[in-house]
C-alpha cells in the first residue's frame, strides 16, 4: 500500500482513522516490519482498540508493534530542550512568570507550535531509523489543516519579531542571541515541511454521507494550495446487505456518495471498507480491517 515510511491518517471525527491507522500498522507488523503506531489525538483511543493495559512508553501490542501517544507532556518536552531556557530567560528578565506558565503561554499564542513540535517529533523518530514503519493517528481534521497551515503562520508570527526583540536591551542573558533561536526555529520549520512533502504519505478516511463527502471538496484545494496531496482514500462503513427496505435505503444513499468519491478522487488509491456488524476492537478485530486494506 506504502513505498513512504510514514503514514498519516488524517479525517474527520469518528470515520475510523484509528481503526484504519491500527490495521495498517498490524499489517506491516505482520510483515515482519519494526512498527510504531503513534498518536497525536489529545484524547486518543488507540489504547482502547488495541484493548492494551500496558501503558510503557513505546508499550508493545503484539510482535513488531509498538504503540506511543503523544500528549502536551511530550511536546513540553521536546519544548524544554530546544528552546525552553533560552527564550524563557529572555522573557523572564521582562515579566515575572514562572517556567510552566510560560511554555504553556507561549505554545498557546503561537498558531501552530505544538503541531510544528509534533512533526518535529515524528521527524526525528522516523531520522532515528529505529523503526522501518511510522503509522501516525491523527485528531479530527483540524489538526491536519493546522500542520499544513503551520510553517506560514509561523513565519507570518514571527515577522515583527527581529524588530521587537532587537530593541530590547538584554545583555547576554541567554547564551544564543534571541534573533539566532528564532533563526533556528524557522529552520526547523522548513525542514519539518519538506518532511511533511516528501517523506511522509497521506490517508484519507472518509464515509460515504453527504457532510463527509463535501468536505472532501473543501480539503483537497485546501492541500492542493499548499503542495500536498492525499494518495490514498478509504471509504470506510459502507453497507454490503440490503435484506431489508431499511438497509437498502441507506446501501442506495450510500452508493451515489461513493461514486462521487471515486470521481473526485481521480488519482489516488480509493479503498472500500464494509461496515462490520460489530465493533472493531482487539487484535482480532483490527486484522479483519487489514485484510480487507491489504486485499
Ligand atoms: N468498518 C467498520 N465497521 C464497524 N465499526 C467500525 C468500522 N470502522 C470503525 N468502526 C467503529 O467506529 C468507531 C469509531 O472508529 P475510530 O475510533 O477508528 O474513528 P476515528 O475517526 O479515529 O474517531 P476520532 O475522530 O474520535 O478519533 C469505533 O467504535 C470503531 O470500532
Ligand atoms: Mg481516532
Not at 14 to 23: E, H, R, W
Not at 91 to 113: C, K, R
Not at 133 to 155: F, K, S, Y
Not at 157 to 182: E, F, M
Request: aromatic share 10%; with cysteine; hydrophobic share 40%.
Amino acid at each position: 500500500m506504502t513505498q513512504k515510511n510514514v503514514t498519516m491518517f488524517g479525517g474527520k471525527g469518528g470515520v475510523g482513522k484509528t481503526t484504519c491507522a491500527g490495521a495498517t500498522a498490524l499489517h506491516y507488523a505482520n510483515e515482519g516490519l519494526n512498527t510504531l503506531i503513534i498518536s497525536t489525538d489529545p484524547t486518543p483511543s488507540l489504547f482502547d482498540i488495541f484493548e492494551m493495559n500496558d501503558h510503557n512508553k513505546p508499550a508493545k501490542v503484539t510482535n513488531n508493534l509498538h504503540l506511543a501517544e503523544l500528549g502536551t507532556e511530550e511536546v513540553k518536552e521536546m519544548w524544554n530542550n530546544k528552546f525552553g531556557h533560552e527564550v524563557y530567560e529572555v522573557f523572564s528578565s521582562m515579566v515575572s512568570i514562572e517556567y510552566d506558565e510560560f511554555v504553556d503561554f507561549i505554545t498557546s499564542i503561537l498558531p501552530g507550535l505544538q503541531e510544528e513540535f509534533m512533526v518535529n517529533y515524528i521527524r526525528e523518530l522516523a531520522l532515528s531509523g529505529t523503526y522501518d514503519r511510522i503509522v501516525w493517528d491523527t485528531a479530527p481534521l483540524g489538526q491536519t489543516m493546522h500542520l499544513i497551515n503551520m510553517p506560514e503562520m509561523l513565519r507570518n508570527h514571527l515577522k515583527p519579531a527581529p524588530k521587537i526583540y532587537s530593541r530590547l536591551k538584554l545583555g547576554s542573558i541567554s547564551k544564543r542571541s534571541i534573533l539566532k533561536v528564532l533563526e533556528d526555529w524557522s529552520e526547523i520549520s522548513a525542514q519539518d515541511m519538506q518532511f511533511l512533502k516528501q517523506d511522509v504519505q497521506f490517508t484519507m478516511v472518509t464515509i460515504p454521507e453527504a457532510l463527509a463527502v463535501h468536505q472532501l471538496d473543501g480539503i483537497f484545494a485546501e492541500f492542493a494550495t499548499h503542495d500536498f496531496k492525499f494518495s490514498q482514500i478509504i471509504i470506510n462503513n459502507i453497507i454490503e446487505t440490503n435484506d431489508s427496505d431499511f438497509l437498502r435505503t441507506k446501501r442506495e444513499q450510500q452508493q451515489g456518495y461513493i461514486k462521487r468519491i471515486h470521481s473526485i478522487c481521480d488519482g489516488m488509491q480509493v479503498i472500500e471498507v464494509p461496515l462490520f456488524p460489530h465493533e472493531i476492537k482487539g487484535l482480532q478485530g483490527v486484522a479483519e480491517i487489514s485484510k480487507v486494506l491489504f486485499r
